[in-house]
């Protein structure tokens, strides 16, 4: 009895996991090669032929457009670790798709996946209990390991040439903005600018609003200035309907217009009495109240955007009205440099000198376009990590050390769990080592030498030994100050056994119509997967074989 459709796919059994296991294996291949400070960039250019060069896991992932159902699992971890993290994504990847490989084996010796499942799970939990237990702590006073921890996150990034620089700007804007609720980087503004060098960057303990003056008369700056948050627009208001006036003569036109000026002229004086000498109008500013503004002194924007105007109440402490009469004094924030000023060839409004900036913007340069977005890529997962740091307050040594710990511990804890289960805990300890091997081989070092010389190590009670990516040699990574946030770690680890689980425990996969390049496609019009692309790996595009071309 046929109960799918016609178009309907199905895969069963081995065949199923096979596919799943494959393209899941493919993900991870394909941002291997940039793991860790020797890592490679990727070059990805989109269907409307625009270029990202990265060497950030996620981008990599999110810009590739993979359709393969269970390689969007795997990339989901990626996602999950941008959002709880902001760094470790390619490693949670890598882990993912060793997990993967490692399973592959023990289920061709007849290992059920349930079992599989079942030793991951109990490895990846034993594995967070030994790294919570080794972990370092840090308290926000601890200045010089949040800049060792920014610092090892832009580590073979664009951002790496000025690391010095740009982490003591991430640490100072996390601080800046961590209030009573936490801290939301969102209220770190970046800045990007074309033209001059990294090392020019610089943090604003304020807001730029990318907005000029609207009138040429108004001051530049206005020193110590009381800010309006206005998010209307500062014109005569429109009447609710369509009235025709019928002029007789010239007298009633004038005495029309003056009716409109003067309402100009009394939303103006409002803004004077209560003594603004910095107006932000979320809409439009009529020409005439421009003119008034101006004569006033009044420093006045107009289309500041929403999100630019609740900046500034942060900022200066002030409150965004909607209704320009409702604005009293109390409501005015206070800064104390409101000017415009150049950056990079347009024109901005600073405002600074705020009592406490709750909101920063760093302004980033760089040489070219794709050298400061790529730069921004680094300080996003940078200010994330010294966020997650401030939050958690425990730290790890980088380089491989953890993973190298993790395999060793766990290997002896395989042998108290016994039975089946042992061998799928064997096997995640093997598949942390994944981390340093692949430091290594990125560093043009041999991967069995140096996992050889760190088993070693740990083996004789170094925690901190890891990888040295420039030298070679095994050291104690927390003393070279590469250090990063427990949770960078925990997360990758949880969320790479989740989907790993979870793609074992599949064995049947129904696709309503056509599951894109499987390897059944018959309408030929499908261009072949490349080296990697056997079994089901078409669905990833032309990316299909990147992991085997690499
Ligand atoms: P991810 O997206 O996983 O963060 P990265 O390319 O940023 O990938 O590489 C992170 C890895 O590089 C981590 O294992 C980290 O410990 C390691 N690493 C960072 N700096 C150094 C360094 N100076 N020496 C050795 N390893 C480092
Ligand atoms: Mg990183």
Not at 152 to 160: L, S
Not at 431 to 449: Q, S, Y
Request: glycine share 12%; charged share 30%.
């Amino acid at each position: 009895m046929i109960v799918l459709s016609e178009e309907s796919q199905r895969t069963s059994g081995k065949d199923a996991q096979n596919m799943n296991i494959t393209a899941g294996k493919a993900v991870a291949e394909s941002v291997r090669t940039t793991l860790g400070p020797k890592g490679m960039d990727k070059m990805l250019v989109d269907s409307g032929g625009s270029v990202v060069v990265t060497n950030d896991g996620v981008t990599i992932l999110k810009e590739m457009d993979i359709d393969h159902p269970a390689a969007n699992m795997i990339v989901e971890v990626s996602e999950t670790q941008e959002d709880e993290v902001g760094d470790g994504t390619t490693s949670a990847v890598v882990v993912a798709g060793e997990l993967l490989d490692q399973a592959e084996e023990l289920l061709d010796q007849d290992i059920h996946a349930t079992t599989l499942a079942q030793g991951y799970r109990q490895a990846a939990e034993k594995a967070k209990e030994i790294l919570e237990e080794d972990a370092i702590e840090v308290t926000e006073d601890d200045r010089e390991t949040l800049v060792e921890i920014a610092q090892t996150a832009m580590t073979g990034k664009g951002a790496e040439n000025s690391k010095d620089l740009l982490a003591d700007l991430v640490v100072d804007a996390v601080l800046a903005v961590k209030d009573e609720d936490g801290i939301d980087t969102e209220n770190v503004s970046v800045e990007k600018v074309v033209g001059s060098s990294i090392d020019q960057s610089e943090l604003v303990e304020g807001v730029i609003v990318d907005k000029e003056r609207v009138d040429e008369n108004m001051p530049y700056a206005v020193e110590d200035a009381n800010v309006a948050l206005f998010d209307g627009a500062i014109e005569v208001k429109e009447t609710e309907i369509d009235a025709e006036v019928n002029v007789t003569d010239p007298d009633q036109l004038q005495q029309f217009l003056d009716q409109e000026e003067e309402q100009l002229r009394e939303m103006v004086d409002h803004l004077v009495d209560i003594g603004a000498d910095v107006v932000f109008v979320g809409d439009g500013i009529d020409d005439m109240a421009q003119h008034y503004l101006a004569q006033e002194g009044i420093l006045a924007v107009r289309r500041a955007k929403s999100d630019d105007l609740k900046r500034l109440a942060r900022a200066t402490g002030g409150r965004v009205v909607s209704n320009l009469e409702d604005i009293e004094s109390d409501d005015l924030g206070f800064a104390g440099s409101v000017a415009q000023k150049d950056v990079g060839g347009d024109e901005r409004i600073f405002v600074e000198d705020v009592e406490e900036a709750k909101s920063v913007t760093l302004i980033l340069r760089g040489g070219t376009e794709h050298v400061v977005d790529e730069i921004e890529r680094a300080i996003d997962d940078s200010l994330g990590v010294v966020r997650t740091t401030l939050l958690d307050g425990q730290v790890l040594p980088g380089g491989g050390a953890p993973e190298a710990e993790l395999a060793l511990q766990l290997r002896d804890f395989a042998d108290s769990v016994g039975g089946r289960e042992q061998l799928a805990v064997e096997a995640f300890a093997d598949a942390l080592e994944v981390i340093p091997r692949t430091l290594a081989e990125n560093a043009g070092l041999d991967p069995i030498d140096s996992l050889v010389d760190l088993r070693s190590r740990h083996d004789g009670g170094e925690f901190g030994a890891g990888l040295d990516a420039y030298t070679g040699d095994v050291i104690d990574m927390e003393a070279e100050g590469v250090v990063e946030p427990l949770r960078v770690k925990t997360q990758a680890i949880e969320s790479a056994t989740e989907a790993a689980v979870m793609i074992l425990r599949i064995d049947d996969v129904i696709a309503a119509g056509d599951l894109k390049g499987g390897g059944s496609d018959d309408d030929g019009d499908e261009p072949a997967g490349g080296p990697g692309g056997a079994g089901g790996m078409g669905g990833m595009g032309g990316m299909g074989g990147m992991g085997g071309a690499m």
